[in-house]
């Protein structure tokens, strides 16, 4: 009996490789770009201006990977990671707002 007929392909293009990276970036972008105009532009920088480039360049990563299955797990853990990351300075802010 040959079992290699049931042992997924790793090196064939993934169908919805684009599934991940989109659902991420259909949030995380704008988030990211008005957090750069409010945050990085006027200087407040530090540590969240270190948070959203974070956010920007594994958003860019989830974009650039191979389209094939090996990388699906790394694709969804940099798309996951940049929404984190975009979502990070944003409630940060409105919590410091929130307690003053």
Do not use: K, Q, Y
């Amino acid at each position: 009996m040959n079992d290699d007929e049931n042992v997924p392909v790793l090196d064939v293009p993934h169908e919805t490789w684009w599934l991940a990276p989109m659902l991420t970036s259909v949030i995380g972008v704008p988030l990211v770009v008005c957090e750069f105009v409010a945050l990085v532009v006027r200087d407040v920088g530090g540590f969240l201006e270190f948070v959203i480039w974070a956010a920007a360049v594994l958003f860019v990563i989830a974009w650039t990977l191979p389209h094939t299955r090996a990388n699906r797990g790394i694709r969804m853990t940099t798309a996951v990671g940049g929404l984190v990351c975009a979502l990070a300075p944003a409630l940060l802010v409105s919590a410091m707002g929130a307690s003053l």
